[in-house]
């Protein structure tokens, strides 16, 4: 996920101007020469000229490239394409998993899958992710819907504790 | 004073405190212990537990939690060379080599003893600093403030092991996420869109556990899992401390300065004390030749550095409420909601809880002694644990503890747009640290800018006309130019030789 300075640096540009311009467009409180437009219009502007330094490099002279301590041993590494990058996106893809699946299918299933899902994709097999997606979930259940009242939804399958 | 203190006494010897402080203390230990779980995340899983118990109560498990993993990180830099969280990192290599050479125990034990001695370092400085700087600071103004939080937030973009530019963008990012919501001098809705959930703003806590937590869940997706810890046997931990104690105490003292003075500056936190500790360390020794190759002086300095910042990072929270490392920035967002307000009326006030705090930091790291032997031996064992089995619990942790926040689903939305946010900055060399500070700190900085801006009738004179507020503005506008100065400097450097070093 690295991208060049230009992509991040022109985005920042593009997203400090957009806050500005949104800025400016709101009321100042009547009577005072200021009110919420000021500090977005500050921000966005700073965000601005930010977005432009990094695009034409200043500054890159203070990064330090990540040092990655090699593994005794000889370790696998880990193959390397266009898709693998995309399992990065699984946990917040499972999170929204959540946000829309918890309140019909309730806590212990939604989060059963979830577990199952995290488990298998970093390489443990079924012996370990099955149990793990039936008691991690009533575990998590007992402390925070038992022991600190969390109302979580119990969906079609309830616990019963 | 004496009755202060007895009735701070009072409201740490419930069963209550004692409980939740053991157990985060044995929480802080085993995810400070794990690589790739933080002591922020730590503390960060941690927010929604703390909302169910009382505010003592919920300060101590973050003190515990905190400090234990600060220290716990060093077992697996140790025993794998890999550090349990970043405060670690810079002395893993250290230890590692002392390992090799058949001295673990000494190096764990140096951990254990110097991180102690450090944690109770930075607990009087902060008994020592706070107070006095609370008598100034009844005195400041909206301006004043506005610099001072301008300050901290360019500190954070200085101490930063990345691109100040970035830094500074990174902050800008996090002040813009605390501009939406109506919570603003005008109270329209800002930045809404017409969505009710962002009416009520960003909450800080649940960005916090999508940057910290989730981004971290999606970077372990592409690493290789580290390699399971060989079986070994320890011998007496505690056995030669003492030795070292009075061999090394300048260094010891060295370090727990560094840490207190890094652990007070806004931003900084451990990761940075150990990582200059260790240096000067490097720098000022009798036998620098030795470093590297499993000499334990350097440990003793980090070691007594990084602790040390913990405790010194409470300092500007509990006064200003501009957190001095990213812990203290959760810290600061519990005590909010448990109505202990940071400020400087906190000491006055509330003398009575500041003392609960003072003492619940010594306690934890009396206590850390113990707990941080049976950690060590039981070290073997918890880091046996893959991390297929510790990260979907995370995940689970990171689910229901967001919803805890404000029973919302918008919660779990939050967390994960913060993960995406969180991971994609960091791949690209934006410091989060730098945005989280801006998410915390962005309501305090716009108020104290605008009731300014108001008070002085739109003209920004004022902005320097008290004496502490130009003192105040002069450093932070250094702090804004330094970085310039060091690339024009560069610049002209790299120019007149005609070999560039890139």
Known sequence: MRLPDQVTGLFLVGLGAAAAYGGWLLPPVPGQPVGPNIFPLVIGSGLALCGIAITFGIGHTFEEEEEIIPLEGGQVRPPTGKLYGLRALLPPALLLFYVVAADRLGFIITAGLIVYATSTALGARWKLSLPLAVLAPMGIHLIFSKLLRVPLPAGLLSMPW | ?502
């Open chain 2, 1 to 502: 004073m004496l009755k202060t203190l007895i009735e701070a006494f009072a409201l740490i010897s419930t069963w209550e405190v004692i409980i939740a402080m053991l157990a985060a203390s044995v929480y802080g230990l085993v995810i400070g212990s794990l690589p790739g779980l933080s002591a922020t995340m730590a503390t960060a899983l941690l927010v929604p537990v703390t909302f169910y118990l009382s505010p003592i109560a919920a300060i101590a498990t973050i003190v515990a939690a905190s400090t234990m993993a600060i220290f716990s990180g060093d077992i697996p830099g140790a025993l794998l060379r890999i550090p349990g969280t970043p405060a670690s990192a810079a002395y893993a290599d250290e230890a590692y080599a002392m390992t090799r050479k058949g001295e673990a125990e000494l190096a764990l034990g140096a951990g254990v003893w110097f991180s102690a001695i450090g944690g109770i370092a930075g607990t009087l400085s902060l008994m020592i600093l706070a107070p006095p700087l609370a008598e100034i600071a009844l005195s400041f103004s909206t301006f004043e403030y506005f610099w001072l939080a301008f300050l901290g937030l360019m500190c954070a973009t200085l101490v930063a092991r990345s691109s100040p530019v970035k830094a500074i963008a990174g902050m800008f990012i996090g002040l813009l996420v605390s501009c939406v919501g109506i919570e603003n001098p005008g109270g329209v809705p800002r930045f809404t869109f017409g969505i009710t959930d962002l009416f009520g703003g960003i909450e800080p806590i649940p960005a916090l556990v999508g940057v910290f937590a989730v981004a971290q869940v999606m970077r372990a997706m592409l690493t290789p899992e580290p390699p399971p810890i060989p079986k070994r046997k320890f011998g007496s931990i505690m056995a030669g401390q003492w030795k070292l104690t009075k061999k090394y105490h300048w260094q010891m003292t060295r370090g727990n300065i560094i840490g207190v003075i890094i652990g007070v500056l806004p931003g900084a936190g451990a990761d940075m004390a150990a990582w200059v500790s260790y240096a000067m360390s490097k720098r000022f020794s009798k036998e620098p030749e030795k470093f590297g190759t499993g000499h334990v002086e350097g440990l003793v300095e980090a070691g007594a550095s990084n602790n040390a910042s913990i405790a010194s990072g409470w300092v500007p929270s509990l006064l200003f409420g501009i957190p001095g490392d990213t812990i203290a920035a959760i810290a600061i967002g519990v005590l909010y909601m448990k109505g202990l307000n940071p400020g400087p009326t906190l000491f006055t006030e509330k003398a009575s809880s500041m003392y609960a705090i003072y003492l619940m930091f010594i306690i934890a790291n009396i206590i850390m002694i113990p707990l941080g032997i049976i950690m060590i031996r039981l070290a073997s064992h918890v880091l046996r644990a893959p991390r297929s089995s510790i990260m979907p619990v995370i995940m689970l942790c990171c689910a229901v503890g967001s919803f805890a926040i404000g029973n919302n689903m918008f919660g779990v939305v939050t967390v994960a747009a913060f993960g995406i946010i969180g991971y994609v900055m960091e791949a690209n060399g934006y410091p989060v640290a730098a945005m989280v500070l801006g998410i915390v700190m962005g309501t305090m900085i716009e108020q104290s800018f605008v009731t300014s801006l108001i008070k002085s009738d739109g003209s920004v004179l004022p902005f320097f006309e008290r004496p502490i507020s130009a003192i105040l503005a002069a450093m932070a506008i250094g702090a804004l130019i330094w970085p310039v100065l060091v690339w024009l400097w560069q610049r002209l450097k790299a120019a007149s030789p005609a070999t560039s070093p890139r």
